[in-house]
Structures are given as C-alpha cells and as structure tokens.
C-alpha cells in the first residue's frame, strides 16, 4: 500500500502545475481561468526511497520496484462549492476517496495570473475551502440524523455506535471546526472513517511559492506553517514552477539543476516524507536476486498483517518473520554478513515492524 492524496484548492493556485510536475505527466490542463480541471485526474508515482538502490546494489537485485503514490488532481473549488457552484459536489466527493488532503496554498505574487479572490491570502484561501468542506459535511451529517436515530431506538447497535460519532461531530462543524477534532477513542477510527466526512481528512499544506523563496519560503508561507502547527497539520514549502522544470530534465541532469537552484531535493521528496509523517506510515524492503521491494504500512502495524500487504496468504499461514535493521544489512554486507555477526532476528506474530526492517517472511500453505 501507498496512500491516496487528493491535491485540493482553489482555482489558479498552481494545482494542475504541480501535479503534472509529481507525476511527471501532462494529463491536466494547466492554464490560467478557474475550472480548467473539468474530471479528477490520476497519477501514480513511484516514492524515491535511496535505501533501495542501496540494498540492491548488495543483493545483486535484478529489478528494484519501489512502493506507490497516487495523485488525485481535483478540480478548483470555489466558494459555494458545497451548494453546487463551479463544479460543487461533483468533485467534494473525489476526496472523500483519499487517504488525506494536499491542499496547494497560492503563496506568490504575480499580476499575470489572476487570483479567484482578488488577492493573495493564503490563510482566507485554506479558510475558504475548509468551509466549503465542512459545509458539505454538515449537510451530510443531517440527513443522516433522523434515520440513525428511529434505527438506534431499536436494536440496532452499530447505528447507536454511529449516532454518538455524529452527535459529536455536528456542534463542532456548527461552530465553524473541522470534522478531524472529533474526540474519539482508537476502536471508533473505523466506524468514524465510514462517515466519509471530507473535513475529517488529514490535510498538508503544499505552499506555492515563486522561485526565490523554493528553499526557504516567504511571508506567506510562513502563515501557512503557523496554522499548520496550530491546527496538528503539516506543511511543506514548493515553487510549482521549479518542479515542472525539473520534471521534463533527463534523470541525469535534475541534480545540477537542484544545485544550481540551490535545492537538495525535488518537491516531491518533501511532500512524500510529509506525507508519510502525516499518516503514519513506514517502509520496509524485500531483498533478493530476482528484486528489491519496498512495501508501505501503517507506522506499528504488526508482523503478519505486514505481510498481508504482500499477500494474505502470508498473514494467514504467518510462522515467523527473519528481521534485519536496514543499517545493519548495509554495514554487514547483507544476509549472510547480518547472520553471522547475530544481527538476524527472528520476530513473531506480536513484533511491530520498524521503517527500513528488510523481512523474509516464513509461513505455511
């Protein structure tokens, strides 16, 4: 598993720039006047990850396959989105399939590219649209409410469950709060995920700024930063421009590029990291002659369910997992070397795996 993030904001802010530049595509039409995104846009990407390369330079891999990002370019909302103004609900429902929110912030100046709202502020920007989303949400949760409620009259007790998740989460949408700030215990994750609530997504801010400021930020990402701390978000800081430079340059030639404008990294790598962060997810690698894999999981996630995620016969049959630390089978030299130094652990059912464990997963048929 990767995760899903769906890359919302308001028209001309850069959204379609950006994505196109992540994934390296020129499926979305970027160009400047609101709505030129007319259906949400797919891109799948493979998540840099240096520690491959790494182990299958020691393990002689035949073929390295990193795990998956996927983008979802959705349209600009507008204010009103939640009544159905611009392309309203049409496209709120494309994020609820997300795993969480990218929401791209306009954090430049520039008199050739007209802003929706007349001026640059990126915090009215994030407000305007966390509106829209909790509007939604709202509007959602009660037309709900009178059938929850003749259901759990009954003996219905997952509606009873569902009722109590709902009655905590409308007075804080009444009072302008997102959906996230439910106060819920971690047996409720799953029946609240079920109520699809937009607002309840976690959200990194991707702020757009101009060239000069793709290292550092400006003034304006700055206030981006500071709700995102305030709020338990992330941010990340991103010139839109720069990245489509970088994605039409030959793999070769985009670290001179990055030297040259003074980046260690592309954009992408930070929103990935972030994004992982956000999520709580980690990485760990399968390692052979034959490929080198790198699998995603949720930060905590226990030996046999990660090997779930490769198939579910592993949890199922699940005996066992050989474990080494990443550090160890590069310094050692990989298995054999990680084997004779007692660096290969054998791990059982209750083991959480750690980012950067290279498995071996026994199991029967």
């Not at 550092?216 to 978000?233: H, I, L, W, Y």
């Not at 980012?355 to 071996?360: N, Q, T, Y």
């Amino acid at each position: 598993m990767g995760f899903k993030c769906g890359i919302v904001g308001l028209p001309n802010v850069g959204k379609s720039t950006l994505f196109n530049a992540l994934t390296q595509t020129a499926a979305a039409q970027a160009a400047n006047h609101p709505l030129c995104t007319i259906e949400p846009n797919v891109g799948d990407v493979g998540v840099p990850d240096p520690r491959l390369d790494a182990l299958a330079g020691i393990a002689g891999s035949r073929e390295i396959i990193p795990t998956r990002l996927t983008f979802v370019d959705i349209a600009g909302l507008v204010r009103g989105a939640s009544k159905g103004e611009g392309l309203g609900n049409q496209f709120l429902a494309n994020i609820r399939e997300c795993d969480a929110v990218a929401h791209v912030v306009r954090c430049f100046e520039d008199s050739d590219i007209t802003h929706v709202e007349g001026q640059v502020n990126p915090v009215a920007d994030i407000e305007t649209i966390e509106t829209e989303l909790m509007l939604a949400d709202l509007e959602s949760l009660e037309r709900r409410v009178l059938s929850l409620e003749k259901k759990a009259k009954g003996a219905d007790k997952e509606s009873k469950e569902v009722l109590d998740l709902v009655n905590r989460a409308l007075p804080l949408l009444r009072e302008g709060r997102p959906a996230r700030l439910v106060a819920r215990a971690a047996e409720e994750e799953k029946l609240f995920a079920s109520l699809g609530l937009l607002s309840a997504k976690p959200v990194l801010y991707v702020c757009n700024v101009e060239e000069s400021s793709a290292r550092d930020g400006n003034a304006f990402s700055a206030q981006v930063f500071a709700r995102a701390a305030a709020e338990g978000a992330k941010a990340v800081v991103v010139s839109a421009k720069i990245e489509s430079e970088i994605a039409v340059l030959p793999p070769e030639e985009q670290s001179d590029f990055l030297e040259a404008v003074d980046l260690d990294e592309p954009g992408l790598n930070r929103v990935i990291r972030a994004g992982y962060e956000l999520l709580g997810l980690v990485t760990y690698f399968t390692v052979g002659p034959k490929e080198t894999r790198a699998w995603t999981i949720t930060r905590g996630m226990r030996a046999p369910q990660a090997a779930g995620v490769i198939h579910t016969d592993f949890e199922k049959g699940f005996i066992r997992a050989e474990t080494i630390a990443y550090g160890d089978y590069v310094s050692l030299k990989g298995e054999a070397g990680a084997r004779d130094a007692g660096k290969l652990r054998l791990e059982g059912k209750d083991y959480p795996v750690a980012d950067g464990d290279v498995l071996h997963f026994r199991f029967a048929n």
